[in-house]
């Protein structure tokens, strides 16, 4: 008896380890369906099943079956109606729940079993098995049992194919938003078409995305993404140039496809020598129309080479990189027209004024100021940007991938050391620590069934020493289970994050941004600071004015005083003391900066809100006037004249 339960056991926990290892995010929702249905109808018996979601208004939807007609159940029939009502009266009881064929309702006349978990909120699944009437009591018992764990597995991959599906949207919406700030951040129509370019073949997802401009009255290429250096005279980009051409000059989109046309006519032998040359199974090729007019600016050409690629899929996120590209072009290229504009009218104006009087006293005013430039002495002033902050200031991470529950602290609250700030769940934790307690309790049971039958006189010696060493595996097992439901406990009181010391919290509006989102482990949930405690200001100094503030502090003890400005109130100016210089140079939005920090002067404190931009001008001792006006003009020459 005790080797058929044991047979039993095994036969259940590989059908739950065959099922809960295709529960991984990576498997697609119909592989994991159908090894869902073949365990079941190995391990139950079941000559029918369906799966049924329960939403939060308590409807009940039928999202899979299989061979529900072999038991009876046709939809719009009186079975199926039935059916209806024996589940909806079931589903008011606790569940897991066997419905036998006495039962009045049942209309299949076998047996059913019914067991149903939590998928998110208010929603729940519910898995129906139709058998054949069971004999045994306690073998049914044991698969509910079963199927419960079943259905848990089967909720847990519903949920993990949900959160990849929503990791999946936020990444590619991070990606165009990326794209939009980095194609609008220069007025440089060269660097607009570099970064729409490669920019935008991220966001395409395609194989090669080329930018083509006007260049007089043709359209030559400008940029190819993944090309630094572009060579002009090849065939394939004279063949590119020819297809933009053709595009530019009609003004329409054009859409190539294994040799057809989006107006279904023949290709032009631009487009048919284009395409053969470079192998492209999709092409895109879509003119930069100037906004508010049908002027052409340019011509943005994207290709795949992968036959599965359709155009629905891609067209939205074309038109999406156009426009942008578009209104990007433009006003770089009004940009650059503006400046070329004023610089031709100031030269102009300069040679009409040549009256030869006028030099004369020109050149006496420009010797006085070089004079005097290189004589009177003035303060060096080295300009930076910055903020004010709090000295003692920390993130809270997300310890793990999980889905934030709760958010207990707002912004702005302050909370003590060791107070809950968020609380964290993972369904996943959730199911390693009841799989983890399940191995638990079945390894005390099967200690205690071994510790009893230890006192059998009737067992052989060779019976014993198996025996003992059966239990002496079972209770390194009970200890190896003991050690990882520690570890599994740790984990699960690490999803409430807490506060690291007193202070207050600086995220704003932490529930709206985070309640119900799944996140990461080390994403940044929010940011807390000491308030009460010491600020000080974090500035930035750009590298080529760093060299002043070096030269400075190397030959002075004395400490650098800071005057700065708040972006709140710039009418009033504070002071501080350089307190510490990095040792190193940080990139910063494109720029080399070196990064400072500085005391502000406890007697005139500004009013402290941590986060406040600051503007800022350190005093790097006595120069003369002329170097202190045009030292900018002295490094351009050094560096790029003399050197």
């Given at each position: 008896?005790?080797?058929?339960?044991?047979?039993?056991?095994?036969?259940?926990?590989?059908?739950?380890?065959?099922?809960?290892?295709?529960?991984?995010?990576n498997?697609?929702?119909?592989?994991?369906?159908?090894?869902?249905?073949?365990?079941?109808?190995?391990?139950?018996?079941?000559?029918?099943g369906?799966?049924?979601i329960?939403?939060?208004?308590?409807?009940?939807?039928?999202?899979d079956?299989?061979n529900?007609?072999?038991?009876g159940?046709?939809?719009?029939?009186?079975?199926?109606?039935?059916?209806?009502?024996?589940?909806?009266?079931?589903?008011?009881?606790e569940?897991?729940r066997?419905?036998?064929?006495?039962?009045r309702?049942?209309?299949?006349?076998?047996?059913?079993?019914l067991?149903?978990?939590?998928?998110?909120?208010?929603?729940?699944?519910?898995?129906?098995?139709?058998?054949h009437?069971?004999?045994?009591?306690?073998?049914?018992?044991?698969?509910?049992?079963?199927?419960?764990?079943?259905?848990e597995?089967?909720a847990?991959?519903?949920?993990?194919?949900?959160?990849?599906?929503?990791?999946?949207t936020?990444?590619?919406?991070?990606?165009?938003?990326?794209?939009?700030?980095?194609?609008?951040?220069s007025?440089?129509?060269?660097?607009?078409?570099?970064?729409?370019a490669?920019?935008?073949?991220?966001?395409?997802?395609?194989?090669?995305?080329?930018?083509?401009?006007?260049?007089?009255?043709?359209v030559?290429?400008?940029s190819?993404?993944?090309?630094?250096?572009?060579?002009?005279k090849?065939?394939?980009?004279?063949?590119?140039?020819?297809?933009?051409?053709?595009?530019?000059?009609?003004?329409?989109?054009?859409?190539?496809?294994?040799?057809?046309r989006?107006?279904?006519?023949?290709p032009?032998?631009?487009?048919?020598?284009?395409?053969?040359?470079?192998?492209?199974?999709?092409?895109?090729?879509?003119?930069?129309?100037?906004?508010?007019?049908?002027?052409?600016?340019?011509?943005?050409?994207?290709e795949?080479?992968?036959?599965?690629?359709?155009?629905?899929?891609?067209?939205?996120a074309?038109?999406?990189?156009?426009?942008?590209?578009?209104?990007?072009?433009?006003?770089?290229?009004?940009?650059?027209s503006?400046?070329?504009?004023?610089?031709?009218?100031?030269?102009?104006?300069?040679?009409?004024?040549?009256?030869?009087?006028?030099?004369?006293?020109?050149?006496?005013?420009?010797?006085?100021?070089?004079?005097?430039?290189?004589?009177?002495p003035?303060?060096?002033?080295?300009?930076?940007?910055?903020h004010?902050?709090?000295?003692?200031?920390?993130?809270?991470?997300?310890?793990?991938?999980?889905?934030?529950?709760?958010?207990?602290?707002e912004?702005?609250?302050?909370?003590?050391?060791?107070?809950?700030?968020?609380?964290?769940?993972?369904?996943?934790?959730?199911?390693?620590?009841?799989?983890?307690?399940?191995?638990?309790?079945?390894?005390?049971?099967?200690?205690?069934?071994?510790?009893?039958?230890?006192?059998?006189?009737?067992?052989?010696?060779?019976?014993?020493?198996?025996?003992?060493?059966?239990?002496?595996?079972?209770?390194?097992?009970?200890?190896?289970?003991?050690?990882?439901?520690?570890?599994?406990?740790?984990?699960?009181?690490?999803?409430?994050?807490?506060?690291?010391?007193?202070?207050?919290?600086l995220?704003w509006?932490?529930?709206?941004?985070?309640?119900?989102?799944?996140?990461?482990?080390?994403?940044?949930?929010?940011?807390?600071?000491?308030?009460?405690?010491?600020?000080?200001?974090?500035?930035?100094?750009?590298?080529?004015?760093?060299?002043?503030?070096?030269?400075?502090?190397?030959?002075?003890d004395?400490?650098?005083?800071?005057?700065?400005?708040l972006?709140t109130?710039?009418?009033?100016?504070?002071?501080?003391?350089?307190?510490?210089?990095?040792?190193?140079?940080?990139?910063?939005?494109?720029?080399?900066?070196?990064?400072?920090?500085?005391?502000?002067?406890?007697?005139?404190?500004?009013a402290?809100?941590?986060?406040a931009e600051v503007?800022?001008?350190?005093?790097?001792?006595?120069?003369?006037?002329?170097?202190?006006?045009?030292?900018?003009?002295?490094?351009?020459?050094?560096?790029?004249?003399?050197?």
């Amino acid at each position: 008896m005790n080797a058929i339960v044991e047979d039993r056991n095994v036969a259940k926990r590989k059908l739950l380890y065959e099922v809960f290892r295709q529960s991984s995010h990576n498997v697609p929702a119909s592989r994991f369906r159908q090894v869902f249905v073949e365990q079941l109808e190995e391990g139950f018996g079941a000559v029918a099943g369906a799966i049924w979601i329960k939403s939060a208004e308590g409807n009940l939807v039928l999202t899979d079956q299989w061979n529900l007609g072999t038991v009876g159940l046709q939809p719009q029939s009186d079975g199926w109606n039935r059916h209806g009502k024996l589940l909806s009266r079931s589903l008011k009881a606790e569940l897991p729940r066997r419905i036998g064929p006495e039962s009045r309702d049942n209309p299949t006349g076998g047996e059913i079993l019914l067991a149903s978990t939590v998928v998110a909120g208010s929603v729940n699944l519910i898995v129906e098995v139709f058998r054949h009437a069971s004999e045994d009591p306690e073998n049914t018992d044991s698969d509910l049992l079963l199927l419960t764990h079943l259905t848990e597995i089967a909720a847990g991959h519903i949920r993990s194919q949900e959160l990849e599906r929503v990791s999946r949207t936020m990444s590619r919406r991070l990606l165009h938003e990326e794209f939009t700030r980095n194609v609008h951040d220069s007025l440089a129509p060269h660097r607009v078409a570099t970064v729409l370019a490669n920019d935008g073949r991220a966001v395409l997802d395609c194989d090669r995305l080329s930018v083509f401009l006007f260049d007089g009255s043709r359209v030559r290429v400008d940029s190819v993404s993944g090309q630094a250096v572009i060579q002009r005279k090849s065939n394939a980009i004279l063949a590119m140039e020819r297809v933009a051409d053709e595009v530019a000059r009609s003004g329409k989109a054009l859409i190539y496809r294994g040799g057809e046309r989006s107006d279904e006519t023949e290709p032009s032998r631009a487009v048919a020598e284009f395409a053969a040359g470079s192998g492209a199974r999709l092409l895109f090729a879509v003119p930069l129309h100037d906004v508010g007019s049908k002027c052409v600016l340019g011509v943005l050409l994207a290709e795949w080479y992968d036959d599965r690629v359709s155009v629905a899929d891609v067209q939205e996120a074309v038109a999406l990189v156009a426009s942008h590209g578009a209104i990007a072009l433009k006003n770089g290229i009004h940009h650059d027209s503006i400046f070329l504009r004023g610089t031709r009218h100031c030269l102009s104006r300069m040679m009409r004024r040549g009256m030869r009087w006028r030099s004369v006293l020109l050149a006496v005013c420009v010797s006085a100021i070089a004079v005097a430039c290189c004589v009177i002495p003035g303060d060096m002033k080295v300009a930076g940007t910055g903020h004010l902050r709090a000295a003692r200031r920390q993130g809270l991470f997300a310890p793990e991938a999980a889905i934030v529950k709760e958010v207990v602290a707002e912004h702005g609250v302050h909370v003590r050391a060791g107070q809950p700030v968020i609380i964290l769940d993972s369904p996943e934790l959730q199911a390693e620590l009841d799989h983890n307690r399940a191995q638990v309790l079945q390894n005390q049971e099967r200690l205690a069934l071994r510790e009893a039958t230890r006192g059998d006189r009737r067992l052989t010696p060779i019976e014993q020493i198996q025996l003992d060493a059966e239990i002496a595996d079972l209770q390194e097992t009970k200890t190896y289970l003991q050690r990882q439901t520690k570890l599994l406990d740790a984990r699960a009181d690490s999803l409430v994050v807490r506060a690291p010391f007193d202070g207050q919290i600086l995220t704003w509006n932490p529930s709206q941004r985070l309640a119900g989102r799944p996140v990461m482990s080390g994403n940044l949930l929010m940011e807390m600071a000491d308030q009460a405690g010491s600020w000080q200001l974090e500035l930035r100094i750009p590298e080529n004015q760093a060299g002043h503030l070096l030269h400075h502090k190397s030959r002075s003890d004395k400490p650098m005083q800071v005057e700065y400005i708040l972006a709140t109130e710039p009418e009033r100016r504070y002071r501080a003391i350089v307190a510490q210089i990095a040792r190193r140079t940080e990139s910063w939005h494109d720029r080399h900066s070196v990064i400072l920090t500085a005391t502000p002067d406890p007697s005139a404190l500004p009013a402290m809100r941590d986060g406040a931009e600051v503007r800022c001008k350190i005093h790097c001792g006595q120069h003369p006037v002329g170097y202190v006006w045009f030292r900018d003009v002295v490094a351009f020459v050094y560096s790029h004249l003399l050197f």
